[in-house]
T-cell receptor
Framework: DAKTTQPTSMDCAEGRAANLPCNHS???????VYWYRQIHSQGPQYIIH???NNETNEMASLIITEDRKSSTLILPHATLRDTAVYYC?????????????FGKGTMLLVSP | EPEVTQTPSHQVTQMGQEVILRCVPI?????FYWYRQILGQKVEFLVS????????KSEIFDDQFSVERPDGSNFTLKIRSTKLEDSAMYFC?????????????????FGPGTRLTVL
């Protein structure tokens, strides 16, 4: 799986949009970008994933650049409960199983 | 919404003892996984399991570890003789089987974890 690079930490004010960047310059054509988050040693929580089109769900939006070498996870109105470590993971998802390789992620601190 | 559940939430054991960590995957999922996270470190893959056999395992998953699906709902991780360095959070995950492409069916959903403390 391609390697990803994320900032170590980010701050965001409550109610504002949190934009979390991820670089994956060596991504292959069959690799998807997945985002998970982990709130204080709880189990990782799936947020969103995409291949090349932008995606949106009830939790977040995922913007993938046209060359697919980077992406941004957007939490449109961050709350204190969004404080967590956010992981950007690139993996081949065509097979029924492929392991998730977690990096250190970005620690997002949402403050009042 | 269906969830992966794990028991116990916290297990304390003496070095050298056997422990069994239990997971109930989401009911229509057929791929199962164990990951672990040592305090302050990354989440690490241990093993994946499908159709009653191991699909893939990491270097961490040595002969001290085994997995089993003893019935139609449980998925277990056994550590035969625990060591101090086995102290960690252990997470179970599951995903559906999807042939070709990637929908949410290939997404892994994690349980809340079991904190294992080896004394």
């Amino acid at each position: 799986d391609a390697k990803t690079t994320q900032p170590t930490s980010m701050d965001c004010a409550e109610g504002r949009a949190a934009n979390l960047p991820c670089n994956h310059s060596t991504i292959s054509g069959n690799e998807y970008v997945y985002w998970y988050r982990q709130i204080h040693s709880q189990g990782p929580q799936y947020i969103i994933h995409g291949l090349k089109n932008n995606e949106t769900n009830e939790m977040a939006s995922l913007i993938i650049t046209e060359d697919r070498k980077s992406s941004t996870l957007i939490l449109p109105h961050a709350t204190l409960r969004d404080t967590a470590v956010y992981y950007c993971i690139v993996r081949v998802a065509a097979s029924g199983y492929s392991t998730l390789t977690f990096g250190k992620g970005t620690m997002l601190l949402v403050s009042p | 919404e269906p969830e992966v559940t794990q028991t116990p939430s916290h297990q304390v054991t003496q070095m050298g003892q056997e422990v069994i960590l239990r997971c109930v995957p989401i009911s229509n999922h057929l791929y199962f996984y164990w990951y672990r996270q040592i305090l302050g470190q990354k989440v690490e893959f241990l093993v994946s399991f499908y159709n009653n056999e191991i699909s893939e395992k990491s270097e961490i998953f040595d002969d001290q570890f085994s997995v089993e699906r003893p019935d139609g709902s449980n998925f277990t991780l056994k550590i035969r003789s625990t060591k101090l360095e086995d102290s960690a959070m252990y997470f179970c995950a599951s995903s559906e089987v999807v042939s070709g492409g990637a929908g949410k069916g290939n997404t892994q959903y994690f349980g809340p974890g079991t904190r294992l403390t080896v004394l």
